[in-house]
């Protein structure tokens, strides 16, 4: 089986066990294919955590759920050296973060030592625990959750962690017909049990796409879009003036290299071996959405980022 078949595969599965969230199930595999790490942000009882374990049993790894809570300690995911009375050497017991798959159940419930610890994790690949650091796994992905109704007892995470996140993505509520068939799925699978993939994706396959992605043909008049894109959230000014007065700052340099790799993934899945303008411009709210800081103006009149960002994607023209 081909790399491509074996992750449409892996795309059933998932839309078999998540339903009515389409999008997290794609944008769950970009991430994985893009090599980067998910935040998502949705009321509760919207699958969230269901969709990472269904993800976690379709891949072949394996997968921990961590919940945040404001008394965890950096300990509590790094590990910790533990003594030896026997021998009188201290031995390095791992933490839950020495996972393929790792579930940040209410990532922003933890303060701030705790974010440090799993800021390490994400952006280095590595955890350094007293004198010695210790390599994480090759297939290594942190997809967090927060839910935006419950602020109390939160802490808002810092922008440098959130600029580690491949995406940002925003949950809403199922309709009345993928409601009726959520009800049947739990009836079903309280009979029968859940389903599982009955071949899991091999890590080798996720390593051979990546490979792939960097062949992907991309134009030099997309790329300049891309960049184009990017630019017009840090120098506002020379598109609009009313989209200067929203923006305080503008996107980083990981956003330009995200929105690069989550496209060429998107368009590999499709089928296709180049990327088109609209594979940016449909993932250009997921990347920005969490990069960009509006102005304290913008916050007062009610404007939100994913105004924000439909503005710059009238402004700035497609190729």
């Known amino acids: 089986m081909s790399a491509v078949n074996a992750f449409h595969q892996l795309h ?20 994985i294919l893009a090599d980067g790490h998910l935040l998502v942000e949705g009321p ?5 955590t269901r969709a990472v374990q269904a993800l976690a049993s379709g891949i072949e790894g394996d997968f921990q759920r961590i919940q945040f809570t404001p008394d965890l300690l950096p300990a509590d995911l790094t590990g910790t050296d533990i ?10 017991q791992q933490g839950p973060l020495f996972h393929n798959l790792i579930l940040a159940d209410e990532i922003n419930r933890a303060p701030a030592k705790v974010q440090s610890a799993l800021l390490e994790a994400m952006s280095e690949r590595q955890i350094s625990v007293g004198r010695n650091t210790y390599k994480l796994p090759a297939l290594y992905t942190v997809m967090a959750t927060q839910n935006p109704l419950e602020q109390e007892g939160t802490y808002p995470l810092p922008e440098a962690q959130l600029d580690r996140f491949l995406m940002h993505l925003s949950l809403d509520y199922p309709d009345a017909s993928t409601e009726h068939k959520i009800l049947q799925l739990t009836r079903s699978e309280t009979i029968q049990g859940h389903v599982t993939m009955a071949e899991p994706l091999s890590q080798s396959t996720i390593f051979e796409a990546r490979k792939a992605l960097i062949d992907l043909h991309m134009a030099n008049e997309v ?24 923006l305080a700052i503008g996107a980083s340099p990981r956003a330009t290299i995200a929105l690069d790799r989550c496209a060429r993934a998107k368009a590999w899945l499709a089928g296709r071996d180049f990327v088109t303008p609209d594979d940016i411009a449909s993932l250009l709210h997921n990347i920005l959405r969490h990069r960009i800081i509006l102005s304290y103006g913008a916050e007062a009149d009610g404007i939100s980022a994913d105004q924000v960002i439909d503005r710059i994607l009238e402004l700035v023209p497609a190729p």
């Open 223 to 246: 790329e300049a879009y891309l960049v184009a894109l990017i630019m017009a959230s840090r120098q506002p000014a020379a598109y609009c003036e009313t989209l200067a007065s929203w």
């Open 12 to 31: 059933a599965y998932l839309d078999s066990q998540v339903l009515g969230q389409p999008s997290l199930t794609e944008h769950l595999l970009i991430a």
């Open 44 to 48: 509760p009882g919207l699958a969230k």
């Open 83 to 92: 003594y030896r009375p026997e021998t009188g050497e201290f031995l390095f």
